[in-house]
């Protein structure tokens, strides 16, 4: 076991986010007032790159070219349109207060903030709120068509942890809706000529000059030809590192390897143990499983949750002997609501998860594995009808349908939880630069807004919060300074240094030829993560999953084996560079839930909790970002610490109850 | 229940664009009928690994019917026989004990394949950028409510914009016309008030190239309809048509 790292230890280094002074509502304004610009000329001559086409990577990209800057944009898919943003299903959330329910910005920031566990930045969510109704607005004029009431006017549904209706949507296909709005803006630049695409390409590291972020490699995915390009900026939008887990609502190609590289080439990793594990997706069935599918937490609004209320029941269900409809009102536990009234079954994510944990293993799971709950629609058919139903998730029900081939609409769905997004990322200071100067993170790859939980329909407002309205203004604060600089030869020592480092790993990976498949060391490192760094954390468990790591890192370097050749399309390469940076990531998580002696948000430590199961926050010794500093491999990292400082609200614990 | 059942896989293998390619077959046992057409290839793809061969090369991301990202003929329709469903939807329940089943690439002579089942869709890209859109920049744009848009309207709208881009239309037509695809988007921006202003120059901007890209004409055969996995109607190619005539008549 490696040494404890000293976490509480006041002298720990600090680490400066760049919080604009003065009240709370004014800062961003502020901060717009009086921070530099580059004048449209001058906009001209400066190149910028951006990492990944979600709804991040698309929306800055788009916002950057409309500017007058040049970009070059990157796209691991073959298409900017398929990035996993796509598959975002119930809403974004907005301030706009069109329900008359008493929405307000403030409301919207406090709302965040509390789902967050209180371990997020005060500055940067309430400028999340404040630009919300912005991207209302913008995606309505680009043709986003949102769901809409018979007068014409745009529908809200609710979500998780908020008692007002805020989120907008389209269909069940929201995130599908935005980032095609995205698309478009994305593809209007490309078209003329003010983007430059790299679609199939992966970048595989940043390049660094005189201690600024000048460039990346990146891997034709095609060809498999390792390429240099140079910008004055580099912006990653490269998503969540949820893959870690393997099984996991994201997409296969979602993965961590531009954030690991990112944090070696000197940017902090920010909270990496606060994870999401979604309580609503359709349960784990089979060995050969590839990926757990989301039910959108809007079914929560009409789908009420519960397991039966004796054990022989569940036993009977799980031998197949008794179907759910057998039991009566009266033999069904509806614990949300009988344990948090006021909220009930739209408690939010990472309370609804434990609490279907916490069921599963007293004993009362159905399924054939016990691992699942039942979300029921039957009352909500009485009471609406069918069609109304349908035309509310149709597409939902008949996606699960078509995987679990069961009828929603006469039997009640099983659900369990599944890891879906990460909140911890690269650190980012307010104007959402990393601690390398000229390297920006945006969107879920970044820890910033979130806290230690996200509240659903939050993701997709941050990502196009980040690439609409926040990166453009901010990131000329910093090009303001690099107007002189200019466009950098790809022969530099630094960009030869990068590009061999990364011929030298690929080479060392493809001569391995051991008898380990990719997969089956990424599904082994999956399991190890869900077991001992999933919803339950323990000191003893943590320690166990940091040597099974270490493990796992030795087989991967010594056994894998790929096939086919390095300069071809070669997914298994492709593949085996990915697994490479989750088990590096994986072990980053582990030190971080091993080091904070606390329970926050999605980061739950068996050891702290209430008397009744809920999560124990320490504000007084963990009121902090912690943030990892890369020392080498092989290396321990060294832990800094931002300091959360709350001025204008209150910490509590969270209650959900009244 | 879980059941397992014996297949044949006849799957086309070509190493790169330029070479000749051709059908491999493949015996796979006990397939669970749970499993998913993708996840039995990934079965046999990490066979293939273990026997020191190379996988098959095919497209797939998101594996839950959005992204569009995954293709593949299966026994002569794109993302098999089952309407409404993408290749990573089907599931190998809808399959039988002992069958054998054809696995191909999209062919369409302007989605040229790079390496076994994969293929460049770049042309629907290219399409999207020759106007698919609603020229607004970031910023400056009026209150989300300050337009009612009629509910009937928006719900249209919205249908048109299910779709995934996956290309199973122009796969699909003896034309290799891509008339759904463009059609849709037209629509989707044509019913509402924000992209009606550009409508006719879109559909004009969009039409000229989609045919330089060379996707065929479109003879109303309904195939592209009948195997769309978001089951796009073909009633928007006549909304297409109506705005590429008044685009005529208007030069």
Redesign the interface.
């Known amino acids: 076991m490696a040494k404890k790292q000293d976490t509480t230890t006041v002298d720990a280094p600090q680490i400066d986010a760049k919080i604009p002074a003065g009240p709370l509502a004014e800062k961003w304004s502020n901060y717009k007032a009086h921070q530099k610009l580059v004048n449209p000329a001058n906009k001209r001559r400066l190149d910028i790159i951006v990492v990944g086409t979600g709804l991040a990577g698309a929306?800055a990209a788009?916002?950057l070219a409309?500017l007058g800057f040049n970009v070059l944009n990157f796209c691991i898919?073959?298409?900017?349109?398929?990035?996993?943003s796509?598959?975002a299903q119930g809403g974004i959330n907005a301030a706009?207060n069109?329900q008359n329910d008493g929405d307000s910005v403030y409301r919207l920031f406090y709302d965040t903030l509390k789902g967050g566990d209180y371990r997020a930045r005060e500055a940067n969510v309430h400028r999340l709120a404040e630009v919300s109704n912005?991207i209302?607005?913008?995606?309505?004029?680009?043709?986003v068509?949102?769901?809409?009431?018979?007068?014409?006017?745009?529908d809200n549904r609710s979500f998780g942890g908020a008692q007002v209706s805020r989120t907008f949507y389209?269909?069940g296909?929201t995130g599908?809706?935005l980032l095609?709005g995205a698309?478009?803006?994305l593809?209007?630049q490309?078209?003329k000529g003010a983007v430059k695409?790299y679609?199939r390409y992966e970048m595989l590291d940043v390049v660094v000059v005189d201690g600024r972020a000048r460039g990346i490699i990146a891997r034709n995915l095609?060809t498999g030809k390792v390429e240099r390009f140079s910008a004055h900026a580099v912006v990653v939008g490269s998503g969540g590192y949820g893959n870690a887990f393997f099984l996991s609502t994201n997409?296969?190609?979602s993965n961590a390897s531009a954030a690991i590289q990112m944090y070696k080439k000197g940017a902090y990793f920010a909270n990496p143990a606060y994870a999401q594990i979604h309580p609503t997706c359709i349960p784990v069935?089979?060995e050969?499983?590839?990926?757990l599918?989301?039910m959108s937490e809007s079914l929560r609004n009409d789908g009420r949750i519960w397991v039966p209320k004796k054990k022989e029941d569940a036993e009977a269900i799980r031998a197949g002997k008794k179907k759910a409809t057998d039991l009566s009102e009266d033999e069904r536990d509806y614990y949300l609501e009988r344990r948090y009234p006021a909220f009930g079954n739209l408690v939010p994510r990472d309370v609804a998860s434990r609490a279907a944990k916490e069921r599963c293993d007293a004993g009362f799971g159905v399924g054939n594995t016990g691992l699942a709950v039942y979300l029921d629609f039957s009352s909500s058919i009485q009471r609406l009808g069918e069609e109304t139903i349908r035309a509310r998730y149709g597409n939902l029900f008949?996606?699960y349908d078509?995987?679990v081939?069961e009828n929603p609409y006469k039997t009640p769905m099983m659900i369990y939880p599944a890891i879906h997004y990460t909140m911890g990322g690269v650190w980012v200071d307010y104007e959402l630069q990393t601690s390398v100067k000229g390297l920006f993170c945006i969107g879920e790859a970044n820890f910033s807004d979130h806290g230690a939980n996200r509240l659903g329909a939050s993701a997709l407002m941050q990502g196009l919060a980040d690439g609409?309205?926040v990166l453009?203004y901010t990131i000329q604060n910093y090009l303001a300074d690099q107007i002189q600089a200019p466009r950098l030869s790809t022969d530099l020592p630094e960009f030869n240094e990068a590009e061999k480092a990364m011929h030298t790993k690929i080479e060392k990976i493809m001569k391995i030829q051991g008898d380990r498949?990719v997969?089956?060391i990424h599904r082994e490192l999956g399991l190890v993560m869900w077991d001992f760094v999933g919803m339950g954390r323990t000191k003893e468990g943590l320690e166990h999953a940091l040597e099974r790591i270490k493990e796992i890192r030795k087989t991967f370097w010594t056994k894998v084996?790929v096939?086919?050749l390095s300069a071809d399309?070669n997914?298994?390469l492709e593949k085996a560079l990915r697994v490479a940076d989750f088990i590096e990531i994986g072990d980053l998580m582990a030190r971080d839930a091993l080091m904070r002696e606390e329970s926050c948000g999605g980061h739950f430590r068996e050891e702290y909790q209430t008397p009744d199961g809920e999560a124990l926050r320490n504000d007084e010794e963990y009121s902090f970002a912690s943030c990892w500093k890369f020392n080498g491999d092989g290396e321990e990292p060294t832990l800094l610490k931002e300091p959360l400082v709350y001025e204008f609200v209150k910490r509590q614990q969270r209650n959900y109850k009244a | 229940m879980e059941k397992s059942i014996n297949i044949t896989l006849k799957v086309w293998r070509q190493a790169s664009p330029k070479v000749k390619g051709e059908f491999i077959s493949y015996k796979m046992d006990n397939v669970s009928t749970d499993s998913s057409f993708l996840e039995m290839l990934d079965v046999l793809n990490e066979r293939l690994v273990k026997e020191r061969k190379e996988p098959i090369a095919f497209d797939h991301d998101c594996r839950e019917g959005i992204c569009g990202m995954c293709s593949l003929y299966i026994n002569g329709h794109p993302h098999g026989k089952d309407g409404e469903t993408t290749t990573c939807q089907l599931h190998m329940r809808r399959f039988n004990n002992g069958e054998t089943i054809t696995v191909e690439p999209w062919r369409s002579a302007a989605f040229p394949v790079i390496k076994d089942l994969m293929v460049d869709r770049g042309a629907y890209d290219k399409i999207i950028q020759a106007g698919g859109y609603v020229s607004v920049n970031t910023g400056g744009v009026p209150d989300g409510n300050a337009i009612p848009i009629s509910k009937i309207d928006a719900d249209e709208a919205m249908d048109a914009a299910s779709c995934i881009g996956c290309g199973a239309c122009a796969a699909a037509c003896k034309n290799g016309s891509a008339m759904l695809f463009v059609a849709a988007k037209v629509s989707q921006l044509a019913l509402l008030p924000q992209g009606r202003i550009e409508g006719a120059a879109r559909a004009k901007a969009m039409v000229a190239k989609m045919d330089q890209l060379g996707f065929g004409n479109c003879t109303n055969t309904g195939a592209c309809e009948a195997e769309c996995p978001k089951a796009i109607s073909i009633s928007h190619i006549a909304r297409l048509n109506r705005e590429f005539l008044s685009a005529k008549f208007n030069d």
């Open positions: 929306s788009a916002s409309e898919q073959d298409s900017p349109r398929r990035a996993h796509i598959a706009k069109y912005s209302i607005d913008q995606c309505v004029a680009q043709g068509p949102f769901a809409r009431e018979y007068g014409g006017l745009l389209a269909k296909q599908q809706q095609l698309y478009s803006a593809s209007r490309v078209g695409l679609s095609v997409a296969m190609t069935h089979g050969y499983q590839s990926k599918t989301l008949q996606m078509k995987i081939d609409y309205f453009p498949t997969d089956s084996y096939p086919g399309l997914v298994e």
